[in-house]
């Protein structure tokens, strides 16, 4: 158990729709990271938090938001879903300042139908 | 920008093999480097690092040197066992540091150790 929760753990929806996926880093951890895991792309980042400011963007589209509140926790939000965006979406979150080892979550499976 | 190559597999390898996955990277600056592990229906978890050239990570009886000349920190195992059966993943921080890092991946590699 890393100490990192999301859900759901699974999602089904259809093609328009607005799902959020929700994570709670470990005690302490002031950094949080989402990560989308696909067959064809395998691990691409998408953003970072720490301490609920912006700190780094990487291959997330418009679509897609994210933000981390007072309590840490932080949610990743997908709208106008396409089938494309049908991946497993992990949260991850680490010690500031950083050491390198991210913890993650069992991840979040969306399937848009 | 940074980048990590790994091979991509699958790799089948028989109980007690010899195990080796390749990876090399492109960055800027001195990157820290580091292979992950995710077993089946888990998240990915840290197996080793290394913050400079040199420097050689071990854990579980898994090793990998970091090597700056030849961009390359590849996977070794000695004896595989079944248990070891997993995707493996290559990566590199970006160096920076404090409240900015992160971490790039490669594409993972599976691995299937058969008894």
């Known amino acids: 158990d890393s100490g990192v929760t999301q859900t759901p753990k699974h999602l089904i929806t259809a093609t328009g729709q607005r799902v959020t996926l929700r994570c709670s880093p470990r005690s302490g951890d002031l950094s949080v990271y989402w990560y989308q895991q696909s067959l064809d792309q395998g691990l691409q980042f998408l953003i970072h938090?720490?301490?609920?400011?912006?700190?780094a963007k990487g291959n997330i589209l418009e679509r897609f938001s994210a933000q981390q509140f007072p309590d840490l926790h932080s949610e990743l939000n997908l709208s106008s879903l396409e089938l494309g965006d049908s991946a497993l979406y992990f949260c991850?979150?680490?010690?500031?300042?950083?050491?390198?080892?991210?913890?993650f979550g069992e991840g979040s499976r969306l399937t848009v139908l | 920008g940074d980048s990590v190559t790994q091979m991509e597999g699958p790799v089948t390898l028989s109980e007690e093999a010899f195990l080796t996955i390749n990876c090399t990277y492109t960055?800027?600056?001195?990157?820290?480097l580091f292979w992950y592990v995710q077993y089946p229906g888990e998240g990915l978890q840290l197996l080793l690092k290394?913050?400079?050239?040199?420097d050689k990570g071990s854990n579980k009886g898994f090793e990998a040197t970091y090597r700056k000349e030849t961009t390359s920190f590849h996977l070794e195992k000695g004896s595989v066992q079944v248990s070891d059966s997993a995707v493996y993943f290559c990566?590199?921080?970006?160096?920076?540091?404090?409240?900015?890092?992160?971490?790039?991946f490669g594409k993972g590699t599976l691995l299937t150790v058969n008894p």
């Open positions: 290394a913050t400079k050239a040199d």
């Open positions: 960055a800027t600056g001195y990157p820290s």
């Open positions: 938090y720490y301490n609920g400011e912006e700190r």
């Open positions: 990566a590199l921080s970006d160096g920076s540091g404090g409240s900015n890092y992160k971490l790039t």
């Open positions: 991850a979150s680490s010690v500031a300042p950083a050491t390198g080892e991210l913890f």
